[in-house]
Nanobody, 116 residues
Framework: QVQLVESGGGLVQPGGSLRLSCAAS????????MGWYRQAPGKQRELVAR???????TYTDSVKGRFTISSDNIKNGVYLQMNSLKPEDTAVYYC??????????WGQGTQVTVSS
């Protein structure tokens, strides 16, 4: 089992910044990738950014150049630096870990609201 706990969400004005953190615990030695997903009201959950154990990163097109995923050690957790936030970034953000042979693990989610 892998446990994930997110923090850092909140209310921010358009153009502002937030940094999300995800702390991982449990059986971490098999984690291959960690990432951030988001789900806005009435929409499907979508991948925002992902990082693998070799440091390869992936971003959805709408956040490229604005968001950065990072990790000191993927087995300890990941961060998401979000700059130049837009109202359309408003969503619940979920931390995800993928373990080969076991599948996906999810955090409880943290709300990000971008509004003036």
């Amino acid at each position: 089992q892998v446990q994930l706990v997110e923090s850092g969400g909140g209310l921010v004005q358009p153009g502002g910044s937030l940094r999300l953190s995800c702390a991982a615990s449990g059986r971490l030695f098999n984690i291959y990738a960690m990432g951030w997903y988001r789900q806005a009201p009435g929409k499907q959950r979508e991948l925002v950014a992902r990082i693998t154990t070799d440091g390869t990163t992936t971003y959805t097109d709408s956040v490229k150049g604005r968001f950065t995923i990072s990790s000191d050690n993927i087995k300890n957790g990941v961060y998401l630096q979000m700059n130049s936030l837009k109202p359309e970034d408003t969503a619940v953000y979920y931390c995800n870990a993928w373990v080969p042979g076991f599948g996906d693990y999810w955090g409880q989610g943290t709300q990000v609201t971008v509004s003036s």
